[in-house]
């Protein structure tokens, strides 16, 4: 149980952040797409085995740099089986290489339902007594929004296996506030509310590094509410996304950590991924790019904590 | 665009009510297991294959009496590479026998996630100009939680298409309250808010059966909530879990119907799927069963109305 794992990946590292791999077909450099579109055919497999070289530049590149990474399951699903395929392989490929993997499906259900997902991503499925893996992973994001019943097969699971989650609290994006920023009746925001319930639930769940296995999503956009959350939830792992990309920046993340430098981890997906279309480089120089650029958002980050 | 197919299946059939596949390992009868482990193993493939084999019977018992099916992605999921391509299968074998298909896959995320979500299951995948299909179903459910930038992107493919989703507004689960049912400072229930969030996003997709695209995920187990919310979204279409084995009966899900009986489609997954578990059946006879209480629900269903 616990996030320990990643805690002790982070410090290996020194790096609090991950690379997020969203690939997005216009993502890839056009040599991977074209040499996957000759030998596959220009349809849904040739663009996942597209999607799959680059991913395998990607961590090949990264590895040593990043303690985790993290597959947006979105660009995968959208290319149906061979693109699911294509995840399960990036997934055991980046554990090979000694990579966290954070899946981030941001899945919610009832509870016999999110026992099942849970099961499919956290725990392990069994067949006649036997027990199997179907998709592991070291973590998954969870959306908070049908209350414990929806969380607490996950948390069962974490407390199971060496493993934690990430419970959406308040997301990056523009209209993320329609919800999440409502303000109940009482002078909490929901988001606040959310957070309230994510520490209660991280509580049973601290291991050695003092964190638990409940973690949060919280958006680098919006750093004022960061700051209440993270008094909140002051044992809780925050995922931060918003950084670089979508517009959050270095200081935006401060608020994000505790005072130990520890407490968060941020994301960049297209900042590292779409990095050789930046500066100089060539197409085929984009593992290289991405390594700078992750070396960069390292140094960046640890320079404000 | 709007829900016109499913309102045209419903009537076809006069039958508002939608069978849920959710196969857990434990609903399928041992003589289907038996013989899938036999053939590809007591593994993830054979729980898989067992889960086909009843799926099919289930389909073609049941392909003339109700209008619409509803897999449960977290099942197959499960399953790994293998539930996948079970849950695919499926899919096309139910829009095959003429049903209408509505995932359970509750997805959300920001816009640009979403996007990738909604080309995934409603919209076409486009590689290199030309588009294909990745798991393409008549309708998905989507979580609300990200405000409209997660639920905008389904909206747009439900214009361009004849499909349409249901939002999560109150789900069925015990805990749907702790976030749901918070009141807010102005007097509203959160459920209600987002209630006037799907109203609004659902104006512009009325179709000629006078209902939208953006219908709501309304829990038949608290049918006092359903009374306001039908007066907040009067042209959104109402997915109703929660009938049967979740607790709710034929009267809990009137208040989701509006005066004309139509407005909702109610959905068993258990007690269709396990109606030879009750009774004098043999488990040979699980598609007769299953047959059998979906005609007893739509008589008990329509008998209300």
Redesign the interface.
């Known amino acids: 149980m616990s996030v320990d794992l990643l805690v002790k990946k982070i410090k290996e590292k020194g790096n609090p952040s991950v690379a997020g791999l ?1 690939p ?2 216009d993502y890839v450099p056009e040599y991977i ?1 074209k040499k996957a ?1 000759e030998q596959y055919g ?3 497999k ?2 996942s085995e597209a999607i799959w070289e680059y991913n395998k530049g990607l961590i090949d590149a990264l590895y040593d740099v990043v303690p985790a990474v993290k597959p ?1 399951s ?2 995968y ?5 061979c ?3 294509v995840l ?1 392989r990036t997934i055991a490929y980046a554990k090979e290489k000694g990579l966290y993997v954070i899946l ?1 499906v ?9 026992e ?2 849970s ?3 956290l725990g392990k ?1 069994e ?2 007594g ?1 027990l ?4 592991p992973v070291d973590c998954v994001t969870v ?8 969380v607490k097969p996950f948390i069962d699971d974490c407390n199971k296996y060496d493993i934690a989650i990430f419970t ?1 609290a308040k ?10 920023d ?4 009482d ?1 909490k925001r ?1 988001y606040e ?2 957070a309230v ?1 994510i520490n209660e639930w991280n509580s049973d769940t601290i291991g050695e590094s003092g964190y638990g296995a409940v973690g949060a999503v919280v958006g680098a956009t919006y750093p004022e509410q960061a700051v209440v959350l993270r008094e909140l939830m002051p044992k809780s792992y925050f995922l931060v ?1 918003g950084y670089g990309a ?1 517009g959050g920046g270095a200081k935006g993340v401060v608020p994000c950590f505790n005072k130990d430098g520890l407490g968060a981890i941020v994301n960049s997906s297209r900042g590292i991924m779409c990095a050789y279309k930046k500066g100089d480089f060539k197409e085929e120089q984009f593992a290289e790019a991405a390594r700078a650029e992750a070396i960069r958002m390292k140094e960046d980050i640890t320079s404000v904590l």
Chains 1, 2 share one sequence.
């Open positions: 969203d997005k077909i797409r579109y220009k349809n849904l040739g663009a947006q979105a660009y699903e959208m290319y149906g089986l693109g699911e395929e399960h981030d941001k899945r919610n259900d009832i509870g016999s339902t999110a099942a997902y099961k499919a991503y499925v067949v006649e036997e199997f893996d179907a998709c959306n908070p929004f049908p209350g414990i019943d929806g959406l997301m990056s994006n523009p209209s993320s506030g329609e919800l999440q409502l303000m109940t009746d002078g929901v509310k959310i319930k996304p979508q």
